[in-house]
């Protein structure tokens, strides 16, 4: 590989890892996003969505 390919490759690896890395960090460090999920899971399970338990299950 010539060395242009080989800068470009480094590039494009650490553009696409580092921006994983940095939104794994933005969204570990704000729990709304997680807060907001789970109190929808709790909203749907309340009215009997789809991760409620129904009466003949054990």
């Known amino acids: 590989m010539t060395p242009i390919a080989i800068t470009f490759l480094l590039i494009s690896v650490l553009l696409i890892w580092g921006g994983l890395v ?3 960090v933005v969204l570990r ?5 997680v807060e907001e999920l789970e109190a929808r899971e709790r909203e749907s399970a309340a009215d009997g969505g789809a991760g409620a338990p129904r009466a003949g299950d054990v």
């Open 29 to 33: 460090r704000d729990g709304r996003l």
């Open 22 to 24: 940095v939104s794994i």
